[in-house]
């Protein structure tokens, strides 16, 4: 089985409502239930703001490093989860059940040098 990476994308800003936010949780624990259930999967972690990250320049002399995000934009990884699925039919599969539960975008790539490519 190959693994995929299903990032989520989350605006910036602040967090829904209180009562919101609680359905959604209830959601993606729900989806995380069934990835577990069904063997797929490996990881998954929610990432504290973007304003937290700090950014390594390798070009740079010295290895500067600097406040992030890298990017400049309105929304960034807000979290991810790695799965295993048969093939990214499968994987896109499980991409729209956790967009369903978090309300956000997912990106689904694929992980390179596994043995289906």
Do not use: C
């Not at 259930?37 to 070009?59: C, D, E, Q, Y």
């Amino acid at each position: 089985m190959k693994q995929y990476l299903l990032s989520i994308y989350q605006p910036d800003g602040d967090s829904p409502p209180p009562g919101v936010l609680a359905e959604i949780m209830r959601d993606v624990r729900a989806v995380d239930e069934e990835l577990r259930s069904a063997g797929a999967w490996v990881f998954s972690g929610g990432l504290h703001a973007a304003s937290t990250a700090t950014v390594v320049h390798p070009r740079r002399e010295g290895m500067p490093m600097t406040d992030g995000p890298y990017v400049e934009g309105k929304e960034h990884i807000g979290g991810l989860t790695i799965i295993k699925a048969a093939n990214l039919d499968e994987a896109l599969k499980w991409g729209q059940k956790i967009a369903r539960a978090t309300t956000l975008p997912i990106e689904v790539r694929p992980f390179q040098g596994e043995p289906e490519d």
